[in-house]
């Protein structure tokens, strides 16, 4: 069966730091991959798809940055943290027999 | 560009009582639409879909939902609902298997 693994599931970071968020998942091949970000508990905002490797697709202008080194995993990244970048990130994926998408536990980022 | 909308901040509903949560969408082509639930600090569970065929379809825990093509509407619904039912929920577009959009999330609140 399918698994998707991400973590940290939280993690606090002071501002101008680095982040490296990583997705990983099992059981499928050639995933479409994608990471979102949550503020306040609500709507969901789609800030990178992938549909292969090395193909990202940015939906938002951003401090953040998306790679897909490999076939099944992802990882979101930034130079240096802004206050603005704090929430809630999560991680997802659908595959070519299954149109829904699985997510993740979510990464609950706050930046100090 | 494909959205989706869901006009409702909140449903309160009484336990017991039939539940209704609308969404509305936009989307070039055939649109696939599928509903989520997000309990507190996790991830989103899947619920339902409409790919193709009948227009009501059933999912997870009694919840159902109708497409009506010509009021671009995936409306989540469900018969009698629980107090375990509050929580938030996303409706969600996509065209074709890769970029997936969700509308702002409605909490859902049954009292007892």
């Known amino acids: 069966s399918q698994t998707i693994h991400q973590w940290p599931a939280t993690l606090v970071q002071p501002v101008g730091s680095p982040l490296s968020l990583e997705c990983t998942v099992e059981g499928t091949s050639n995933p479409n991959l994608y990471w979102y970000r949550q503020a306040a508990g609500r709507g969901l905002q789609l800030l990178f798809y992938s549909v292969g490797i090395g193909q990202i697709s940015s939906e938002v202008p951003q401090n953040l940055s998306a790679s897909r080194p490999q076939d099944r995993q992802f990882i979101l990244s930034s130079k240096k943290l802004l206050l603005s970048d704090s929430g809630f990130y999560l991680c997802a994926w659908t595959g070519q027999g299954n149109t829904e998408a699985f997510f993740g536990q979510g990464t609950r980022l706050t930046v100090v | 560009a494909q959205s989706v909308a869901q006009p409702e901040d909140q449903v309160n509903v009484a336990e017991g009582n039939p539940l209704t949560v609308k969404c509305t969408y936009s989307?070039?082509?055939?649109?696939?639409l599928f509903w989520y639930v997000q309990y507190p600090n996790r991830g989103l569970q899947f619920l339902l879909k409409y790919i193709t065929g009948d227009n009501l379809v059933k999912g997870s825990y009694g919840f159902e939902a109708e497409f009506n093509k010509s009021q671009t509407s995936f409306h989540l619904k469900k018969p009698s609902a629980l107090v375990s039912d509050s929580a938030l929920y996303f409706c969600a577009v996509s065209a074709g298997f890769q970029k997936l959009v969700f509308g702002t999330g409605t909490r859902l609140l049954v009292s007892p």
């Open positions: 989307v070039s082509g055939n649109p696939y």
